[in-house]
């Protein structure tokens, strides 16, 4: 698995999580890098992407609870989930952006219910 995403877990709706996803070098290596989701019965979607200059774009979505940020030293990307919503229940991956096919990991599954 070349990217390892991991920090999910059962969140009751309000409640946060920290999502982390690490690579090697070769991967990270100053490229743009995004959070991706899929719940069940729909299509993976970007969630959030980072570039090395730290800029940041959202998906509508989640933009004022989320937030992407990047660690360019551990080659690790990171995802705040604030407010969450029983709507963000999914299993989260990271890659690169555009994505790659090859890097798709086991990603990491967020399920948020009372």
């Known amino acids: 698995v070349q990217l390892q995403a991991f920090g999910g877990g059962l969140v009751q709706p309000g409640g946060s999580l920290r999502l982390t996803c690490t690579t090697s070098?070769?991967?990270?290596?100053?490229?743009?890098m995004g959070w991706y989701r899929q719940a069940p019965g729909r299509e993976r979607e970007l969630v959030a992407r980072?570039?090395?200059?730290?800029?940041?774009v959202y998906d509508e979505s989640v933009k004022g609870r989320f937030t992407i940020s990047r660690d360019n030293y551990k080659y690790t990307v990171y995802l705040q989930m604030n407010s969450l919503k029983p709507e963000d229940t999914a299993v989260y991956y990271c890659?690169?952006?555009?994505?790659?096919?090859?890097?798709w990991g086991h990603g990491t599954l967020v399920t948020v219910s009372s």
């Open positions: 890659n690169r952006w555009p994505s790659r096919g090859d890097y």
């Open positions: 980072i570039n090395n200059n730290d800029d940041t």
């Open positions: 070098q070769n991967i990270f290596n100053r490229r743009n």
